[in-house]
Structures are given as C-alpha cells and as structure tokens.
C-alpha cells in the first residue's frame, strides 16, 4: 500500500478545503468565547463569575474541559509517535491517569472544595503561611508559562511542516486567539470552548484511524503487522528505570506526573471546584477520565496504524522527516492525499488542543495573580476594576505564554517528554508539598521548606542531565523499525519536512553512558516522582528534628484525616472577592 501511494503526485499542503475546515473551528471557538462574554451584562459580571464560573457547572462539560485541557496538541503530536515507536504498552498510562483520578478526587478534592478557594496556594498560606503561598504562586506561574509555551509551539510547528506557512505567523495567531476569548469570556468561556474542541480532537483521530486501517488492509491486518513488529507488547514489565515506557513507568511514575497536574494543580483545581456540589465534582473527575482513555487510546491506536502502514518505509530512518515529532502530520498528508478537508481536520485538532490548554492556563495564572500576589491590595477595590484587572491579566499571561513559545522553538525536546519534564521538575516539588500539609499533621515551615528546596533541585538535576547527556534509543527501548523498501519518490516525497531549523528534535546516541551519567537516562516519567518523594522524605526528616507541628494548632480543614469530624466553614465566608454594593470585604487569610 505504501508502494502505491508513493507513486502518486504529492499534494503540496493545504488546499482551500483545509482552510475551510480549519477557519470554521477558529471561527465556532471564538463565537463560544463572545457569547459567554456578552450573555453577562457588564453591572453583573464579578471575579467569581469570571474565575470560577460561579460555582454553577454541571459535572459534564467541565469534566470534558478538565479532560481537554492537558489532551493537547502535545498529545496529536506526541503521543501516536511514541505509540509507533514503543507499541501498545503505551496504553498503560490510562492506567496511571486511572488511579490519579480516584486520588484526586478522594484525597485532594474535598480539601479543597470545602475551604472554598480559588487557588490552591490559599491552602499553603493557611497551613504554612504567607511566604509558602508566594513560592507555591511563582512556581505555578513559572511552570505554566513553560508548558503552555511548548503546547502553543506544537500546532505551530504542524502548520510551518505541513503547509508553509511561516511558523512566527502561526505561533502568534494561536496565541492571540485564545488570549481574546479567554480575557472576554472567563472560566465559562473556556469551560464551553474545551467541550467543544475535546470533539474536534476525537474527530480528527477517528478519521485518521478508519481511513489509515482501509488502506492498510483492514484491523486484521494492522495487529498482524503491529504483532510481527514486536507491537503488542502489553507483558513489558521490567524494572529498568531507563526504559522509556514500562507496566510500571507509566502506573507509577504516569500516576504521580499526572496527580501533579490534577491533584493540586490550579489550572484543574479550578475547573473542578467550579462545580455546583462536591459530588459534581467528583463526577467531573470521572468524565474527564472516560475522555482521557479516549483520546490516549484513539492516539497510541493511529500510532500503530501509522507503524503498520510504514512498516517497510520507516519515515524518520529513510531521511523523510527528522524527528518522531512530525510522524503524525507526515502521515495525515501521506493518507488523506487525495480527500480534501481532512488534513485541515487534523490540524483543527491539533490547534483544538492548544486552545484549551492555552486559555485554561491563562485563566489560572489570572486568578493566581489576583488571589496571592495582589489580593492585599485589593480588598475594597470594586467588581467593575477587579474584572478589568483581572481581564488585563488574562491579556497580560496570554502576552508572555506567546514569548514563551518563540523560545520554546530552541528546545532539543520532543513535544510529550519536554512538557511532562516541565510538569514533573516543577509541580513535582509542588505536590509534595501539598501531601506534606494535607496527610502530615507533624510537617512544620521549616519541613516544608526545606523539602520543596530539595526536591526542586533533585528534579531540576534530573532535567539538565538528561538534556545534555540523553540516552541512546537502545536504553529507551525504542523497537525496531525497516527503511529498505523505501523508493526515491518516497524519500523526497516531503523533503520540506527536514527544511526547518527550528524543528524540535530528539537527540539520537550510538552507545550508553556509565556511572552517573546511566542515572541521567532515567525515564523522564519517574522526574515528577523522585521530586515529590524527595520533598516529602526531607519534609518530615526536618519537621521531626525541628519541632512537628501539634495537631491542635492547625485548623479543621487543612487535614484530609479530620474531614470528617466537623463540616468544614461556609465557603462563601474565606477567600473569594466579595461586593456589598461596590465594595469588597476584606479578605479573611490574605
């Protein structure tokens, strides 16, 4: 089947119905952003609504949105690559994302939705005061500017490959566009737009998925092919740290990176506690997990299909493409050659992803920004001026998230591993710290300082080392792959994909290295693991030698142990941004 498309006249790009496709998702997402942003009379409209959505979500769409929100074009990139390169094991990271959804919403959940704060950080002030809340905020804020500027580079980098067009003009329009509706519409804006967009993503992988098995020969056909490729490999349990992708790399190490991003992560926290009730919320928890096995699996299923279809013609080993990150885009204009509209579908998806990812981050670091960073100075401001603060904040994240990408394009990552080493060196140390404070009664200050400050420098060591020392294919476990039936039209069928410089890209090595530089091949997977585990051993170690903390001075709330023994204060009387006519009361923790 390779051999007869090959053949054929490459088709340059996009042409007009790919745009068409592509415009009109552009186009439904930002009417989704105006009209939340418009429905609500400017008197009306207050920081509650705007951040939270007025704690008036149903369970549904905000599960979606939970869901859409770290399924992005990092994952339309990353993921079918890997499921490619390293088979259906891939699919354990259900699995991990699995029992991160029962611990998020068993454990964190109801800390959090009984205290009635916007952002996480409020809990850090009240269990270990002021200077915590501040360093929980900057290290949020710097960890989000960091993986949103990947997650917008990554459809950049899609349309520069595919089409042309140059990647700085791309880059900016994605940005730009969910900055607008973001700043106009809120939290509801970019709850109603995920909903929307986790559809285009689940569209554009089904398409891909039925049209690239016909030309293989049928589902039959790509097991056989996937099974004689060594594929199929579900019994991969080795212990081997430096395997890329394991039963236990993705359970436990996947789990942990993922209860990072769920558990205590603002950009979730917030949606979830957005919800009418704490049963809503647990719910939504639920139906994001539904939708993120849907996608993983609807992605690692196209990327067996791609590796069933170039079974004999490797793209990255004939010289086609020089990195795994372009296998997906390479192959939706390889197969939908002839069918106009679809690779604008498939690009929709991607840029659907980085939507909601973008203007979910944005929000967030929005109402970081209000709640602990400037809430002190706010106290008697009126709703009119804390909604166009908090606008001009959207608008001024939305700025720096763009920037953040430009730089993005230097990375020598690939997409999935360069955001989840973000997530794991930075929100790694993060959960810890939130474990220590909900589940340790004993950890004090002085622990909790002295674990995040370690645990962040063992998880930064971790980043740098395996960036300037990574491991050889080999170490990873990347499986192995045919380039010999390969004809002269295929290897220049889309030589244009090897013409960008700035193409992100996974450094390849002949050979292991030993000592201490074996240790730098760790999967990226365990770096968000090492950290918190670090930050809570070293907590504890540090509490006990200083001083625990006694039970009877921390308040009911702060423990998820004692949930139970009173019900937790109104959450209408601590953190929110409150109007008695045009003023606020003051803030109770700030």
Request: net charge positive; with cysteine; proline share 5%.
């Amino acid at each position: 089947m390779q051999a007869q498309l090959s053949g054929e006249s490459p088709r340059p790009g996009f042409v007009p119905a790919d745009y068409a496709v592509f415009s009109s998702m552009l186009l439904v997402s930002m009417a989704i952003g105006l009209f939340q942003a418009l429905k609500k009379k400017p008197k009306d409209a207050c920081t509650d609504d705007f951040f939270t959505g007025g704690h008036s979500m149903p369970a549904v769409p905000v599960g979606l949105s939970l869901c859409a929100s770290f399924m992005s074009a990092v994952q339309v990139l990353g993921v079918p690559a890997e499921g490619f390169r390293y088979g259906l094991k891939f699919l354990y990271m259900c699995l991990g994302q699995s029992i991160n959804s029962v611990l998020t919403a068993y454990l964190f959940l109801p800390v959090f939705y009984r205290l009635g704060i916007t952002s996480t950080n409020q809990y850090l002030k009240m269990r270990f005061g002021r200077a915590m809340q501040l360093l929980g905020s900057v290290q949020f804020i710097i960890a989000t500017l960091l993986y949103t500027g990947i997650v917008i580079y990554a459809p950049a980098l899609i349309l520069n490959q595919a089409t042309g067009l140059n990647l700085w003009v791309s880059l900016f329009s994605t940005g730009i566009i969910c900055t607008m509706y973001t700043t106009m519409g809120g939290m509801k804006a970019v709850i109603w737009t995920d909903v929307f967009q986790i559809v285009v993503m689940l569209s554009g992988f089904v398409a891909i998925f039925i049209h690239g098995t016909v030309l293989v020969g049928g589902p039959v056909r790509v097991l056989e092919v996937a099974s004689n490729g060594s594929r199929v490999n579900f019994d991969d349990f080795n212990v081997d740290p430096r395997q890329r992708y394991t039963f236990w790399t993705l359970s436990v190490g996947g789990s942990l990176v993922w209860l990072s991003m769920y558990g205590v992560n603002q950009a979730q926290v917030q949606r979830y506690i957005s919800c009418r009730t704490e049963k809503a919320a647990q719910w939504a928890l639920f139906v994001n997990q539904v939708g993120l096995c849907l996608i993983v699996s609807s992605a690692v299923t196209c990327g067996i299909v791609m590796f069933a279809f170039y079974n004999t013609c490797d793209p990255i080993k004939s010289g086609r493409i020089s990195t795994p990150d372009l296998l997906m885009p390479y192959f939706v204009l390889d197969i939908f050659q002839t069918y106009p509209g679809f690779p604008g579908l498939f690009l929709a998806s991607a840029y659907s992803g980085t939507l909601s990812t973008a203007s979910t981050s944005i929000n967030a670091m929005a109402a970081v920004t209000m709640e602990d960073l400037l809430g002190p100075h706010l106290r008697y401001m009126t709703q009119k001026k804390l909604m166009l603060v908090s606008r001009g904040l959207s608008f001024m994240f939305g700025a720096s998230c763009i920037t953040i990408a430009a730089l993005s394009s230097f990375l020598d990552w690939g997409v999935l591993q360069g955001s989840f080493t973000v997530m794991g060196v930075v929100s790694g140390p993060l959960l810890g710290i939130f474990i220590l404070g909900i589940f340790f009664p004993a950890a004090n200050k002085l622990g909790a300082f002295s674990g995040i400050l370690a645990g962040f420098c063992i998880s930064l060591w971790l980043a740098v080392g395996s960036t300037l020392y990574p491991p050889s294919d080999e170490t990873m476990g990347v499986l192995p792959s045919l380039a010999g039936e390969c004809t002269s039209s295929n290897m220049t069928q889309s030589s244009k994909f090897n013409e960008d410089p700035h193409s992100i890209s996974t450094a390849l090595h002949s050979k292991d290295q030993g000592g201490l530089l074996n240790f730098y091949s760790m999967s990226y997977l365990y770096f968000g693991a090492i950290a918190t585990s670090t930050v809570v051993l070293v907590g504890l170690i540090v509490s006990y030698a200083s001083g625990p903390t006694k039970r009877e001075h921390i308040k009911e709330g702060l423990l998820w142990w004692d949930l139970d023994k009173k019900k937790v204060e109104d959450p209408s009387e601590h953190t929110k941004f409150q109007t008695t006519n045009r003023h606020v009361k003051p803030i109770p923790f700030l």
